[in-house]
């Protein structure tokens, strides 16, 4: 297994590199809050965990270990509010070849979207978010940290933390994403209990992970695939990333790694059905 530490740090490489130059849009006014898709239609939604202790916000890192050998492969579509100039100069923040790859192999994934990249990708967004292959769940708008000390992501105050949640839901809705998910992915992996507390309202399921792939900024598939099939166990949520530039070996440690998961007799799944299987339980 991996360690906690090693794991925490892997993930959060990618938020601090895309986030490096992102201070200078961390006033940036944002609409009114509209409500996250669980507040809307509560019945009718998606499965979602039960609140934490004092209504807080539920945190999901892994399904049950007891029902069944299957595993959730998600990937962050990672992309900051001022990113743009860098988006015109050509970095790619997109993986089309990832995508075609999830779907030549029949892989069902959750994508953990930024706004900002909705934006920056609209066609991209709008198609992965109606295909049934795959659901689309929030990575937040701006992709600054909801606390200090995060990895050298900026960050914004607790009164914005909400409203750049529901502005990357307003953001999906703009570009035709119909039903994005109620699951919110904190940016950097960072949140403590005040995050928690603050976004309570938002009616959404932090979800986390139990295993670190290590692709950001790798340049050895192998060694990253390695790593993914180590970690995995029954009801694992694996983190990936969605961002060419920043984690190109991803579609190759895909085409490596999914025939070898279904070779052990691991069933791909969404975050939403290791949700549903978990009961409401943590």
């Known amino acids: ?15 601090a590199a ?14 009114a809050p509209l409500p996250a898709p669980s507040a809307t239609s509560p019945a009718a939604g998606p499965p979602t965990l039960a609140p934490g202790p004092a209504g807080r916000t539920a945190v999901f890192e892994h399904g049950p270990r007891d029902a069944g050998r299957t595993v959730a492969l998600t990937f962050d ?12 100069q050509g970095e790619r923040f997109d993986n089309p070849g990832l995508i075609a790859a999830l779907r030549e192999l029949k892989v069902p994934a959750t994508v953990f979207m930024t706004g900002r ?25 701006s992709h600054y940290a909801f606390t200090d000390h995060c990895y050298g992501l900026p960050t914004i105050g607790e009164e914005r933390m909400r409203a750049d949640v529901e502005r990357a839901y307003a953001a999906f809705r703009r570009v035709g994403i ?11 992996g960072c949140y403590d209990r005040r995050v928690l507390e603050t976004l309570t309202p938002a009616g959404v399921t932090a979800v986390q992970w139990d295993v670190v792939s290590g692709d950001a900024f790798a340049t050895d598939a192998a060694e990253v695939a390695r790593e993914v ?11 990936l990333h969605c961002t060419r530039s920043a984690a190109p070996t991803t ?3 895909i085409r490596s790694v999914v025939p070898r998961l279904r070779a052990e007799g691991f069933r791909l799944v969404k975050v939403s059905q ?5 009961g409401g339980r943590r």
Not at 229 to 239: F, I, K, Q, T, Y
């Open 178 to 188: 119909r039903d994005a998910m109620p699951y919110l992915r904190f940016p950097g």
């Open 18 to 31: 895309l986030g490096a130059l992102a201070a200078c849009g961390a006033h940036e006014s944002t609409r």
């Open 1 to 15: 297994m991996i360690s906690p530490v090693r794991s925490v740090t892997a993930v959060c490489v990618l938020g």
């Open 229 to 239: 099939l180590r970690g995995v166990r029954p009801g694992s949520v694996v983190v």
């Open 274 to 278: 290791l949700i549903g299987a978990s």
């Open 251 to 253: 579609e190759r440690v």
């Open 77 to 88: 579509a990672d992309m900051t509010a001022d990113q743009g100039p860098r988006a015109a």
């Open 117 to 141: 990249w909705a934006e920056e990708y609209p066609r991209q967004a709008r198609s992965i978010g109606r295909d049934p292959l795959f659901e689309v769940a929030n990575h937040s708008y």
